[in-house]
């Protein structure tokens, strides 16, 4: 099993979800986190004066899946959050040793 | 609050300006229950002003951390203002003091409010009713002040600096200007508070800004006001609160308390129109902060001119000063490097001493009994001079010997975690 | 707001309602303390309903990413109507026009004020306490309508609109009813503003709706309210201070104020549990959203009908506005899939239009001088109908010129990072 | 509100005390617009209290999951002690019972405000305007007891308690003591409702929580206030709105009310800043959540005394507040474990029970027109242990009985996942 | 070492804690998350307008422990979050490649 | 590619951030998190009664990085973090399997 981290930008979530939802993807976990990057924050004026704000609002997503789906999701994520403008954000993929779900006990494959 | 003899000619010439008849027949004073009720309407609009209005436009522009410590110094303040205006400053302010009348009345004498028939009257009201409405602006002065210190004070130097200031600065001014002293003496012009409140307390914010030293992450790393939204929703409670601090300060419900409600929203809506334009101009972008802090400027130039001057004069005093309190609180922060945090001296003092020359050109003679003229601006720059001075020696001394007793400042530790939890152990979103 | 015919009988009558006298020994008009008092006050309670009252009723409602854009929309709406009110809209709505009377007051004759005597009297108070009374109504009126276009308009267009807004439609209308003009004549009643507040800006936000088209997200992705809180608070400073909106606009101190407070308070409590008790039945679940937007829905009802009725009528009054504003809050967005918003139609329009029809059937002769009849039916749905036909053409048209100047609307990428960053650069909370 | 003797004499000495002359010339009482103005005023404000005042600083209070829950308590049971005051309850306390006039009214005579010409005055008022000012403190006493109950009552049961409540205590007993009943007849003193309103609420508060039983969590995993800001702009705004509850009792624009503002500004600071020393003192932390809660003890002590005292004595009724409230907060919940939530007892029903006692002692004949006395002590006690009794037992009765009916509490699983998604379908946050 | 990543509904996190503190979990880091899975969101109805909820508030907690901890861990979640119903959540595991204490540099083991 | 992951005190955020700027780290994802560990949390007292605050506020940073700048990183966090009090934090490491830039499709270290 695989566990996908996406990092993307705030409005893009109900597209992704969406396009998750098609390929079969049944569950994840989305976090409010801030981002930092090449897209540079931007600056609040407050009665003349700066406040840099340096960390933009994103949202990461958190999926768990089988093998086999790992590169239809990343492409579907890749498509859906892809604006073409800078801080659209990253994908990473990393190795998942076990995988329960707590309610039924199962394990592996089947609990995702 | 007009001076006393002011109060003189407009009781003189009251049935000129339509008021009802406020002696009785065998010519003694009576209480008029229509005063009473507009007069005690301002003292709850007044209070409200404070609590919460300025606590959640001061809560709103600092950082989550210390949301509960702004709210907490303006409350203390209030409470505390409260209790030693019985306690003797009242007495300062109101009474005859004698030898030194011009400059001081007596602790004694209303210490307590003893020696006051509980039924006394002041003009066509009740004198507790006068007691509560002066009450209210005794404690509102100190509060804005609040501004000037957030995110790094201690608690205690609050309490300890508000109470001395309360005796020292603030009664004996107001003493000058309505209290019968010299400045009223004098002909100084101020309604309701350019110099008593605005002035005073403007002045000594900068003093304490300086003293205290500014903020750790200033001016790179201070967080932006961590909810605008409070901001604004204070700034409007002030704006509607402000008709009982003008329109109240005509101590009667008659035509000059209207027409100071009349140019006090004037000048309040003005000023927002004007800084919001300026920040549009500037920043390409219009914002919430900036316009409610226009009104707050407008309101505060406003005040000394608000029984004096006429609708056209408040649509010029509003643009004044949402333009110079602007320009002020870039040119204190940014140029002069000095962290008035929350802007009280660009904002109050700024507006009320530029209110308090303009209403020296601008009086109009059938609203107010004096006229605008280069002789009455000397005056009114008199004690615009005398006030900002007095004031700032005061609050130096003040706030020197705080810091020798008790110090200052919180840890860095401290400010860094937040004043909310480092303070007062509590926090102020848990969602 | 009586029309000028009732304010003309009641001084006639005042003797038989216990009034105090209003009519010095030698016949002329005096200024009444308590009248005075209780006018400056309700003007207070007016603003406070606006400010922050309806802000934060709409900012609640709104998603978190536009709060401060729904708050900014009413706030900088309120400043530039306050000052177009003096620059000429009062004179419209409340000078003698001429020939043009029926229509029109005179822009030019209290123009900035001019040409009144700073303490000439209307009735019993001061004139400048009806000019910033009726201020207070001028400025929430193209307020209410912000509901209507929040999260997707540009904010320079919410100015321009409500400017000519005021002007074309909002001055003239009330002086067709309040200022003596045609409406007046046939004897329509609108006691505080059916017609004159709701109808118009009901019937103009559904128009302004309509051609700014829906939120991109509507129906189906449209974000919840982002703070229920925050509309129950400014829900209920908006009845708090309608006290003052009803109530004050018996323009004295007396029973007919104090009657105008009572069914105002009863139809809001009963429309609220009316509103609720059909969510309760419909979802399962009485919503606090609901609740108060049944309040809401009730005070908009009783309006035009609170000086004409007694408590019974008010009651009904309450059943009705809860049940009609609930089915056309959902005939709108559901059936008729028209995005306003927040439901100004819904709520205030059609609240305001069914008052209307109903006091001309409930109105009682004891307590507002006219007897509910067929007769005045028919008055008050001609007032009804013609208010609304002229808000929609008159509205349809200023859109139209303001979209050909500058455009309605924002980007659909900035509608979708939320106006609060894009419009305004601040963000409503950093927590 | 004073009862009836008091009523009369001061009716007999009105000259003595510089009012304004309420009799016309042929002796028949006619309306004085300036004490209409001032009660209508004073609605208005307590109003405020209740709605937001007492739901934000209950909102507060409670955990984030449970705060649209605690608002719609509020405001639910605001709109529908409204509506059956109107039904009846209204009848009850203020009519003549004849026979059983002792301890009721007539429910009939004045249903629905039957049988009262439109414009009949009570007193120099109409008495719509006291069937107004009357109906917001029958609004806000049921809506105290709030505290005792929030995070895992029943919203059916919420409404049907305070219903009956309102029947069965709250009229009864209003009638005892402000409309002619046996307790008026005692020369029991109560100026605005340390027995009526905090006494009533207080002790039936303490018999809900006992009989509901304690939330799941208590005492060890009780969530902290979610949000102190909220809890102390409610402070607030009760603060302010009490000027109208105890200032507007005095049922008059004069001497009298303004005395009692004065008392309850200083009774509550003071007992703000003993209960903030306290905290100091015992945590080494002032709170800010601690300091207003203190204020809150202080507005309930004063209020049945405040019509009857001086400034110093207020000040004494202030420390006796804080310090007693906040001693019997600690024994409430830590000593005896009872669940009573958010100290409805403590503050409200301490402080009623307390400053009732000691107006017995303090009162000043000159303002009030009686004075402290041992005699006075005793029948203050009689007043406060029958109310008390009366209070514990219909309580006890009611509870029990809807809770055979329909149940009180909610499943353990609702309370977890809280109430405001589970009962009431709504979010209190979409941040 | 392993880490371990718990999504457990929001009402049991204190139970959760209290079962690993008895066998010895000195550490843990907690998130609020947002969860989409199989138990679906619920309406929210607004003034008669339905407004879908899709995403549930979640906790997720992050524990990184030794190896021989792994399983009592899991089963102490399992156990302690399962309520039965659905949405009870998830629990994954991963290899810990470095772990490191900050204030005292303790690397391994010894810095969890 | 590594991903590290640091649990800090939130006041240390800005410190850290500069000193991963100054090493060449140009991009990471902040989340803010509840740490329960060796500091314990405190007592909030509202009107005499105790509420046990359990849950301290932390800051989670996130940074995928090429294993060469591993360890350099570490050592920045390590360092600027560092104040020696209990509840400095940790910092964990993982094998990263891939990275993607959603903006170009980029992946591997090109990506980062
Ligand atoms: N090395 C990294 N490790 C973890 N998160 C990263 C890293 N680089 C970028 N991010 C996340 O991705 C977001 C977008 O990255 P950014 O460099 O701004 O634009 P782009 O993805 O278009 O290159 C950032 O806001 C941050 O949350
Ligand atoms: N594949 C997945 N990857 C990551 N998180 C998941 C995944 N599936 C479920 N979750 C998380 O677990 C939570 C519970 O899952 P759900 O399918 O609703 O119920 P259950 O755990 O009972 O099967 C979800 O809300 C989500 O936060
Ligand atoms: N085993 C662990 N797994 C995950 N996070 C941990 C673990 N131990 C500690 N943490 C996180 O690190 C933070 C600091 O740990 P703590 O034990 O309090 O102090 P120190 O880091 O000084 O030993 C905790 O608040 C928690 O967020």
């Known amino acids: 099993m695989k566990l996908i981290i996406a990092i993307i930008k705030t409005f893009k979530l109900d597209d992704v979800q969406d396009a998750l939802s098609k390929i079969g993807v049944e569950g994840m976990t989305v976090t409010e986190v801030r981002g930092f990057g090449r897209q540079k924050g931007h600056k609040e004026v407050y009665r003349g004066s700066e406040y840099s704000v340096k960390y933009l609002p994103k949202v990461k997503i958190e999926i768990v899946v089988n093998k086999k789906l790992e590169e239809k999701v990343i492409k579907a994520i890749k498509n859906t959050a892809k604006t073409g403008e800078i801080g659209d954000g990253k994908i990473f993929s990393f190795d998942v040793d076990k995988a329960i779900r707590i309610r039924t006990g199962e394990t592996g494959p089947k609990a995702i | 609050m007009k001076n006393l003899f002011y109060l003189f000619s407009l009781l003189l010439f009251s049935n000129l300006f339509g008021f009802t008849e406020v002696l009785a027949d065998n010519g003694e004073a009576v209480l008029d229950t229509g005063d009473t009720a507009w007069i005690m309407t301002a003292t709850a609009l007044v209070l409200f002003m404070t609590l919460p209005g300025l606590a959640l436009f001061y809560g709103g522009l600092v950082s989550s951390k210390n949301v509960v410590s702004a709210l907490m110094h303006v409350i203390a303040i209030a409470c505390l203002m409260s209790v030693l205006w019985l306690f003797g400053a009242y007495s300062i302010a109101f009474t ?121 992450d200033f001016p790179n790393n201070v967080l ?40 006090t929203h004037i000048a ?60 002020f609180s870039v040119l204190i922060k940014q140029t002069f490097n000095i962290d008035d945090s929350l802007d009280v001296f660009a904002v109050h003092g700024v507006g009320g001493m530029l209110g308090t020359i303009m209403v020296g050109f601008l009086a109009n003679e059938a609203i107010g009994g004096t006229a605008g003229s280069l002789a009455q601006a000397k005056v009114q720059i008199t004690g615009v001079v005398t006030v900002a001075v007095y004031s700032l020696i005061a609050t130096f001394i003040i706030v020197k010997v705080v810091q020798t007793i008790i110090g200052l400042r919180v840890s860095d530790k401290d400010s860094q ?15």
């Not at chain 2, 066509?124 to 509560?132: A, D, G, M």
């Not at chain 2, 608690?155 to 004996?172: E, M």
């Not at chain 2, 939204?229 to 008659?254: E, K, P």
């Open chain 2, 96 to 216: 005859d003091g004698g030898d030194l009348n011009k400059y001081l009345g007596s602790i004694t004498e209303k210490f307590l409010f003893n020696n006051v028939e509980w039924n006394a009257l002041s003009g066509t009201i009740p004198e507790n009713v006068f007691f509560i409405f002066q009450l209210t602006f005794a404690v509102i002065t100190p509060a804005l002040m609040v501004g000037a210190y957030v995110e790094r004070i201690k608690f205690s130097s609050v309490l300890l600096i508000s109470g001395i200031w309360l005796f020292v600065v603030y009664a004996p001014v107001t003493h000058w200007i309505w209290g019968g002293g010299w400045l009223a003496d004098l002909g100084v012009l101020d309604f309701a508070g350019g110099l008593v409140v605005h002035t005073t307390a403007g002045v000594s914010a900068l003093v304490i800004a300086i003293l205290l030293g500014n903020r750790n």
């Open chain 2, 224 to 263: 932006p006001p961590h909810n605008p939204g409070l901001v604004m929703v204070g700034a409007c409670m002030l704006w509607v609160g402000w008709f009982g601090f003008n329109g109240g300060s005509a101590l009667a419900a008659n035509s000059n308390a209207g027409m100071a409600m009349v140019v």
């Open chain 2, 268 to 327: 309040a809506a003005t000023a927002s129109l004007t800084w919001m334009g300026i920040e549009w101009f500037k920043n390409g972008k219009p914002g919430l902060v900036g316009l409610v802090t226009g009104t707050i400027a407008g309101l505060a130039t406003i005040t000394p001119a608000s029984g004096f001057v006429d609708p056209k004069s408040a649509f010029i005093i509003g643009v004044a000063a949402g333009a110079i309190c602007y320009y």
């Open chain 2, 417 to 431: 975690e937040g004043l909310d939890i480092t303070s007062h152990g509590e926090r102020g979103y848990h969602l």
